[in-house]
């Protein structure tokens, strides 16, 4: 749903893990600041690489973490961006 013609893969990578959005979300860079604030480091940098469409193999040998710790932290990313909390401040 990008209407300027930028670039968005963070926003567009939000979108496709969020199950219900009532508005739309903030801009890219807008964006990008809440998340920093609201994940962890861990989780930025994977939601970054799928946003990117990022090998996921040397971001996990560079953080330092195993196929099931990555699953885990990749399910604890989606409930906490499906979280309202987290919802409303994404949101314009």
Known sequence: MNI?????????????????????LKKEEELKKVLKV???????????????????????????????RYGELSLKLIKKLNQEKLKQEMMI
């Open 38 to 68: 609201k994940l962890t480091k861990k989780e930025f940098k994977i939601l970054n690489a799928w946003a990117n469409e990022d090998e996921i193999e040397p971001l996990l040998e560079k953080l330092g973490m195993d196929e099931e």
């Open 4 to 24: 300027d013609n930028e670039e968005t893969p963070l926003m567009d990578e939000v979108e496709k893990h969020i199950r219900k959005l009532v508005n739309p």
